[in-house]
Each structure stands twice: as structure tokens, then as C-alpha cells.
């Protein structure tokens, strides 16, 4: 952003700028005109970089500031994700703040599997039922989802999510050979 940093000069020429001129030449002047300049140089770069931590899309540039954000939000951190898949899902986390959409919905999801995945959200009998196909979310991924999905959605709706992957494969039947999908696992989990 460089609010603070001054582009046409580094702080050491600003000092030499306002100080009298016969003080340039004497070593021990500018000795210290280097301290305080290095000094202002480093004072600059922090403001600047704590400026630019107060926003989320810029935390991923900062482990700590993101480690910071995580424990604010209550979120558990995932070391084995990228800080970027992180700052993701602590962005999203801070956006749906308030009310809840089926949008907002699909955009968690997305955050947390951080894969192509097809997402389907339907209101039906007084239950939020979210239906994924796919094959490429584990154990650990669906447990991650369950329990954000638990701490993001309002207590008075009931919600289940359904994970389900399609197996396709090939069916004998007398000589000729046919594709046909054989099997549907479903797998429900709700709160």
C-alpha cells in the first residue's frame, strides 16, 4: 500500500535534507544520521505491514497473523493446508457472519474441500439437506465440513449433508457389454 513508506528517498537523505549542511561531513553526524534513518526505514516497514494485516485477503501472507485470526474465530487450524486454502476459509468464516444463504453455503463448502465438488442445497419438510457428489472428500474433510457446518448454520434448522459417489462400471449380460451405473453409496450425517 505504501502509506508510509516514502517512495522519492530513503529516510537517511530526509534527515541529511533538514539538518545543516557543515554536519554531513563530520563521520560521528553521519553515523547517527544512518542509525536514525536505517531506524525510520524499519519503523516504516512494520506500520506498513500492520496496516496491511488488517485485512483478511492479505492474511496469507502472515503465518502469525493468520494463526491470530484462526484462534479469534474460534477456527481449528489445519497445517496440512496451504495458508492460502486457510486464509480462505477464515475469510469465509468472517463474511457469513449474520445471516446465511445457500450461496454462503456452497461457498464454505468450497472453502473447506477447496475442490471441484457438485453441491446441491434443496428446504424440503423443514430440513436443509446439502447433497455433494463426490468421490474425493475422506473422512477427515467430511468431518472438517460437519463441524463447521455445526458451528455456521442456526440451531433451529436441522440440516444433513449427503456425500454421494456414483460407481460406474461394466455389466455382462449375455454377449453384449453395457455401462451402466451399479451403485450409489449415500451416506447421510446431520445436525
Avoid at 10 to 31: C, G, L, Q, R, V
Avoid at 104 to 130: C, H, M, P, R
Wanted: proline share 2%.
Amino acid at each position: 500500500m505504501n502509506v508510509f513508506h516514502n517512495l522519492q528517498r530513503s529516510n537517511y537523505e530526509e534527515i541529511i535534507s533538514y539538518s545543516p549542511k557543515f554536519y554531513t561531513n563530520i563521520k560521528e553526524m553521519d553515523a547517527i544520521y544512518r542509525f536514525a534513518g536505517w531506524t525510520l526505514d524499519c519503523m516504516a516497514a512494520d506500520m506498513e505491514k500492520c496496516f496491511e494485516l488488517q485485512f483478511i485477503t492479505n492474511l496469507h501472507l502472515d503465518k502469525e497473523a493468520l494463526e491470530r485470526m484462526e484462534a479469534f474465530l474460534k477456527i481449528e487450524a489445519d497445517i496440512s493446508k496451504s495458508l492460502y486454502e486457510r486464509m480462505k476459509i477464515v475469510l469465509t468464516t468472517w463474511n457469513t457472519q449474520g445471516n446465511i444463504s445457500a450461496n454462503t453455503i456452497k461457498e464454505l463448502i468450497y472453502a473447506i474441500i477447496s475442490s471441484d465438488v457438485g453441491v446441491e442445497i434443496s428446504f424440503e419438510n423443514q430440513v436443509l439437506t446439502i447433497s455433494i457428489d463426490s468421490i474425493s472428500i475422506n473422512k477427515d474433510g467430511q468431518k472438517e465440513l460437519h463441524d463447521f457446518l455445526t458451528r455456521m448454520l442456526p440451531a433451529h434448522i436441522k440440516w444433513q449433508v449427503i456425500y454421494s459417489a456414483p460407481r460406474t462400471g461394466q455389466i455382462f449380460k449375455a454377449v453384449a457389454i453395457l455401462d451402466a451405473e451399479i451403485l450409489n453409496i449415500v451416506q447421510k450425517e446431520g445436525g
